[in-house]
């Protein structure tokens, strides 16, 4: 699934910022990864059911 998202600048987002917080809040225990993660085309996340 491809998601298409503007800022309030009508620009896209940076992706380097995007995964970057993605993988912050994975290690914040926020989000489940599954997968390897050395790059966005090589995992999935998800919302954690219960934060740590």
Not at 5 to 22: D, M, Q, S, T
Request: with cysteine.
């Amino acid at each position: 699934m491809h998601l298409r998202a503007i800022n309030k600048n009508g620009c896209p987002p940076n992706i380097f910022f995007l995964e970057y917080r993605i993988r912050y809040l994975v290690y914040s225990g926020v989000f489940e990864l599954k997968g390897i993660p050395k790059s966005m085309h090589h995992y999935s996340v998800k919302l954690r059911k219960k934060p740590l």
